[in-house]
């Protein structure tokens, strides 16, 4: 099943065919009157590329308050620490299901990790 999502202005598509865990894209961003199509996706590009950095800076907060290593991150979420390591500092995008684990295991809201 594939199910377009609007939200803050962009589309989000979720498609759950591929197995249990669901993959989400940036479909594109709804242009703004008056603006050019290139000046969206450049836009929709350094929105999302922020928000790969607000993440990361977020998991490695709450880790560092928790007092937790990359390694004991790891073992309690099932996420790779090479993997956790790339998100905290913004190289990778996240996919839903890994911030869902990430937070559970930092006893957090997902949405603590967006903020």
Known sequence: MIARVSYVGSVVE?????GNTPQ???VGVFPAPGTKRETDMLYSTHMLRHLR?????????FRAQRELSLR?????????????????IGKCDIQLHEL???ACALNVRANALLE
């Open 53 to 61: 950095l607000i993440i990361g800076q977020n998991i490695h907060r």
């Open 24 to 26: 989400m894209r940036l």
């Open 100 to 102: 869902l684990k990430i």
């Open 72 to 88: 004991k991150l790891a073992s309690e979420s099932g996420v790779p620490e090479e993997l956790i390591e790339r998100y905290e």
């Open 14 to 18: 979720y498609d759950t065919r591929k």
